[in-house]
């Protein structure tokens, strides 16, 4: 009996899918091996025997089972040429790594030749594990999933088509195109619509491609290119759950975040009533062109790696990607190794810092050639406070849509927080709140496991008549609103603490919510959002990260028209703006400023354009006084080199330009091998002999990262700006040293005779004792000479690193 008991489970157990048939004999072959086994052991040794086969059986069929993988190959290899284009060569080496009679096109998802050289395929790890063996392989990488992450934002930031401002300065961001990587779009959006664009450039070389309700007339002068990819995601869900299969955005983040970027003015938007005004992106002149890799689970590595290959033989100028996951090495960094042919290519490419902020450490796509781009707030609140019968108010904020000034004050209602043994109820997950005990009452909800929306929902069904969703530890004071489905507003994690202490100090607590409306101007502005990431760099520390922050908190920008405000599919409400918080909403903004400044400086190259935007952007805020971090002033790991100020940055007077071979050289400095940075640019360079020409090497960045480590009590870097300004100019250095650093700056003074000449400057950092920090920050700053007309600001971190 116990021998039919174990082949049965085994036979249970190991009911999966195959695609070769071969591989499903190898483990019948295993079972009945076993079997027969069974028959010659005792009973402990059958045990024994039982549990060591179940291992070998689950170590096999992880073997066996297919999963995608983007294999990176030499771009001269020795094989390529005998074959007349590059998919027959990436076929080649699945052909040569599975069985016969398969054909190696089914499993090939993606042929790469512009971001990188190379394919994604789907493969077992034994068939992994044989090409790694092939010469002409480079780097095989598992596919991973990232995740993604206006009426008045360009106002904020000083953007006006006044004459003298940077809008009219650089025409727009006429002639440039911004591709985006996102969901999709929604192409009939009057955030899209092409009146008064100009023609589409004739550099560019895209398509508008059709699909599921798209097809090329949604295209025009303002969205001149659509494309989708699809192969990445399905090989992990090849179930389809309703979601457009083409360009068009199903659930509204690719919409916000292009419009966010360049889309043309909108009079009269709003989201029912609450910041109105005229929506539009931060360069509404230039052309759009879409590249959806985001679908319901994710965006998927190979997807993000086809988009950026295609992008950049399409012709676009710079790619805005709000999307990413935790830090990894570059050389495992798909979007790092992608755009850095991008910026070999003159493309600017953005991406979102990440929300996993607060955290240290927390920053991803923190390539030295990639903007960095960290949330900041905005001054406009839309308050909805909670007046309990105790008389005290707590502040909330929300854009639940009421009708008339009578409707902004909601009924007096019963409070009541489900808080006792179930976990689910107190965090309002859908099903979990009893109905007897919160119908018609106001109910109180923790954030966090669901959607703050969709907390909501869950109340409404159960009867609720009003929701306050209130912060946690995680959340803290963060702020993020909502277009809720009833009554409801969002405290801090402060308030919370009072309401809950309230609901428990009585029998019968009663409040209830008065909605305010639009308020501009009243609150310090920008601050730091408390979930944008935060630095230091966790791969590479010698780099500051983030490099700025931008607008990313209640962002108003253009939504689908298939969907409810809150994307929620129960929302029946239609709009054509909708609000949306996080990274993702920052980064098109500096896509936008970036756009700008390539209009205005067609010449400038990608670290040129970054550097104009770091050195002119804001550290203190609109009342004059530094920008706050919750209740401190904010470090440079959280706002890297401060809030994007674009009518500055397009005229900064000196920048700090990266040529590429210099990021080749600060990857051999930072101890990256030649294989590994092989992988990333694809240049076959010695770091030794690289190391012996450049002594005492330092990027040409516009931030600096000071590390002490090992016992070291000196460091010099070389920094060289170009004269983007007026001819015959002079520039006088302003130093704020780090606490317990001595920093000594030769020359200190930088006499430019002409425009676009370089000059060279030194700093020497000393360490002169241990303080009680591990780190300390200060700046370098050029000042011109005629009235400080330019202000070219460096961040300096440093840190100390122990054994």
């Known amino acids: 009996m116990l021998n039919l008991f174990i082949f049965e489970f085994f036979l249970n157990t190991f009911k999966y899918p195959y695609n070769s048939p071969t591989k499903s004999c190898t483990t019948q072959h295993t079972l009945l091996l076993l079997l027969l086994l069974l028959q010659q052991k005792s009973m402990e040794s059958k045990f024994q025997l039982f549990f060591f086969t179940l291992s070998l059986l689950i170590l096999t069929i992880h073997a066996q089972t297919l999963a995608t993988y983007i294999v990176q190959l030499h771009p001269h290899g020795t094989t390529k040429s005998m074959f007349t284009n590059k998919l027959e060569w990436h076929l080649s080496f699945i052909q040569q790594t599975i069985s016969s009679d398969e054909d190696p096109s089914s499993r090939l998802l993606y042929s790469y030749r512009s971001a990188m050289d190379g394919f994604a395929a789907q493969l077992t790890e034994a068939e992994i594990e044989y090409l790694q063996r092939i010469p002409d392989v480079i780097s095989i990488r598992p596919d991973r999933n990232l995740q993604i992450q206006t009426t008045y934002s360009y106002k904020f930031l000083g953007l006006s088509p006044a004459r003298e401002n940077g809008w009219y300065q650089s025409g727009f961001g006429r002639g440039t195109i911004i591709g985006v990587l996102d969901t999709g779009v929604w192409p009939e959006s009057p955030s899209f619509i092409d009146h008064d664009m100009p023609p589409v450039p004739k550099k ?134 992608g755009s850095f042919r991008a910026m070999e290519k003159g493309i600017s490419v953005i991406c979102a810092a990440g929300n996993n902020g607060p955290m240290a450490m927390s920053v991803a796509n923190d390539a030295p050639w990639i903007a960095t781009i960290g949330a900041s707030t905005l001054d406009r609140k839309f308050p909805a406070i909670v007046r309990m019968a105790n008389g005290k108010i707590l502040y909330g904020e929300s854009m639940y849509p009421v009708n008339n000034r009578m409707a902004s004050k909601s009924k007096v209602l019963e409070l009541v927080y489900l808080s006792g043994g179930d976990s689910e109820s107190q965090f309002c997950l859908k099903g979990s709140l009893p109905k007897d005990q919160v119908q018609g009452k106001m109910v109180v909800c923790d954030r966090g496991v669901n959607g703050r929306s969709e907390k909501g929902e869950a109340v409404k069904e159960a009867g609720g008549a009003a929701m306050i969703l209130t912060n946690t530890e995680l959340n803290l004071e963060e702020d993020s609103v909502d277009v809720h489905l009833l009554p409801a507003t969002l405290v801090g994690f402060d308030e919370s603490i009072t309401l809950k202490a309230y609901i428990n100090s009585t029998k019968k607590p009663l409040a209830r919510i008065e909605f305010g409306g639009t308020v501009i101007g009243k609150s310090r502005a920008p601050t730091v959002a408390i979930f944008s990431a935060r630095g230091p760099s966790f791969t590479n520390p010698s780099i500051l990260k983030p490099d700025v922050i931008a607008p990313g908190v209640n962002i108003i920008a253009a939504w689908p028209q298939n969907l409810g405000p809150t994307g929620l599919p129960e929302d029946k409400r239609r709009v054509n703006f909708s609000v949306m918080s996080g990274t993702s909403m920052s980064c098109p903004h500096v896509s936008g400023i970036a756009a700008l400044i390539r209009s205005a400086h067609q010449n400038w190259s990608p670290a040129a354009i970054k550097s104009a935007i770091m050195t002119t952007a804001d550290v203190i805020d ?54 590994e940075i092989f992988s990333i640019t694809h240049r076959n360079i010695s770091c030794h002999a690289i190391m012996q020409k450049n002594r005492g090497f330092s990027l040409n960045y516009p931030s600096i990262s000071v590390i002490f480590k090992d016992g070291t009590k000196r460091k010099m870097f070389s920094r060289r700006v170009t004269n983007v300004g007026n001819p015959n100019s002079i520039y006088s250095v302003e130093v704020v040293a780090p606490q317990g650093v001595k920093v000594i700056v030769k020359p200190k003074k930088l006499v430019f005779k002409q425009e676009n000449q370089s000059l060279s400057y030194k700093v020497w950092f000393i360490s002169r004792k241990r303080v009680t920090t591990n780190f300390a920050e200060g700046h370098l700053t050029w000042i011109h000479s005629q009235n400080g007309s330019y202000r070219v600001r460096s961040p300096i971190v440093v840190t100390w690193k122990t054994k």
């Open 622 to 675: 609109h009342t004059g006084k530094p920008i706050l971090d919750e209740d401190k002033p904010a470090t440079s790991f959280a706002m890297g080199s401060g809030n994007v100020n674009p009518h500055k940055a397009l005229n900064p007077g000196l920048i700090y330009d990266i040529k590429p071979n210099d990021y080749v050289n600060h990857l051999c400095s930072i101890g990256y091998t030649n294989s």
């Open 204 to 337: 560019w070389k895209g398509i508008c491609q059709s699909g599921q309700a798209f097809n090329s007339s949604n295209c025009n002068k303002k969205l001149i290119g659509a494309r989708y990819f699809t192969k990445g995601h399905f090989a992990v869900s090849p179930t389809r759950i309703p979601e457009y299969l083409s360009p068009r955005d199903s659930s509204g983040h690719g919409t916000h975040t292009s419009s966010t970027a360049g889309g043309v003015p909108v009079p009269m938007a709003s989201v029912f009533g609450y910041a109105n005004g005229v929506a539009r992106g931060m360069a509404p002149g230039a052309h759009i062109a879409v590249y959806k890799v985001c679908w319901f689970n994710g965006c998927y590595n190979s997807d993000i790696m086809a988009a950026l290959d295609v992008a950049i033989r399409d012709g676009v100028d710079v790619l805005s990607l709000s999307l990413g996951g935790f830090p990894v090495p570059l050389y495992d960094d798909s979007i790092a190794v």
